[in-house]
């Protein structure tokens, strides 16, 4: 079937969160219309998702089979590895800042400038290794804004489970976390070698014994656009239908 692309434009606006101007690419499906209400879909590592994860192609296809919901998508590139690592990491120290600008600064002006819902059930934040962290640590802090997450291959640290096991609505939210069952000796962006798997299980656990509303699946893979790009469409469907 011959699918006809939605439209990508680059917007910035200045965060005084973060201090700084903001840039995001903003994906709207071929059939958009201001006359209609979207879903919002949010990509940390926004530059990586539609170039390597082809996120625009497959919002595209799902919404030509009408399998998802009539969806609006930004990404929100990062400026460098360190910078990512200080806004992403659980402990890094922009993360906090980070965290309100999705919040609070970026929904604020996405839903002034855009058609949607304005409901955390129509809006769900991707994102991989530590932009999977910050989506998910993103959610726990504001549930009523964003009741999705994809975690993809996400980083997990004492952090992140504590604040896991200290959240009190899992019914609030619903997630969708995978992790490669090769994903034991990872290149992290501070040169380290960390095993991923273990920890993701641990997550899993604790996860699935609070009770949320959880996709959990480990396949083959190594954390790399590969396996992830592969994963997309099932967790788009899951989550934007």
Not at 30 to 46: E, F
């Amino acid at each position: 079937m011959d699918y006809r692309p939605g439209k990508i434009e680059e917007l910035t606006f200045y965060s005084e969160e973060l201090q700084e101007e903001m840039t995001l690419l903003l994906y709207l499906p071929k059939t958009y219309s201001p006359l209609y209400k979207y879903s919002l879909l949010i990509a940390q590592d926004g530059k990586d998702y539609f170039m390597f994860g082809k996120l625009s192609r497959t919002l595209d296809e799902l919404s030509e089979e009408e399998e998802i919901d009539p969806t609006i998508a930004v990404g929100i590139p990062y400026k460098s590895v360190d910078e990512r690592r200080k806004m992403y990491h659980p402990d890094g120290e922009k993360v906090e800042q980070y965290v309100r600008f999705l919040a609070h600064e970026l929904l604020s002006y996405l839903d002034d400038l855009l058609p949607t819902h304005k409901m955390g059930g129509t809006r769900t934040l991707i994102g991989d290794s530590l932009g999977g962290t910050v989506s998910l640590l993103t959610a726990l802090q504001y549930p009523h804004t964003f009741n999705k997450v994809v975690a993809q291959s996400p980083l997990v640290n004492e952090t992140l489970l504590n604040k896991v096991a200290d959240f009190s609505s899992p019914n609030a939210l619903h997630i969708y976390h995978t992790i490669g069952l090769q994903e034991t000796e990872v290149k992290t962006t501070d040169k380290k070698i960390a095993d991923f798997l273990t920890p993701n299980r641990e997550l899993y656990q604790l996860l699935s014994t609070k009770g949320f509303s959880y996709f959990y699946e480990e396949m083959e893979g190594i954390h790399t656009w590969r396996y992830w790009q592969k994963d997309m469409p099932r967790a788009l469907r899951k989550m934007l239908s």
